[in-house]
């Protein structure tokens, strides 16, 4: 199980992590609870749209690209 995933040098505890391979690209989903402390630091993070990512429960290290952000 995946527990924690680092954007850039942020390190995000999950509470959902699903992984797919298409056309030989990694898709990542992830979900996460965020509090209001943390709440603009994560929002400017995650608009910024582009990261180093690293998994490393999977031991997987990436860029990627954020797609669609949710509340």
């Known amino acids: 199980m995946v527990n924690e995933i680092i954007l850039d040098k942020t390190a995000i ?5 699903k992984e797919d391979i ?16 943390d709440y603009h630091d994560i929002a400017t993070l995650l608009y910024k749209g582009t990261f180093d990512v690293k998994v490393p429960d999977r031991n997987l290290t990436f860029k990627e690209v954020v797609q669609k952000v949710t509340k």
């Not at 505890?13 to 992590?17: G, H, Q």
């Not at 298409?22 to 402390?37: A, M």
């Open 13 to 17: 505890k999950l509470d959902e992590y």
């Open 22 to 37: 298409d056309n030989g690209l990694i898709n990542v989903s992830i979900v996460f609870q965020v509090t209001s402390e």
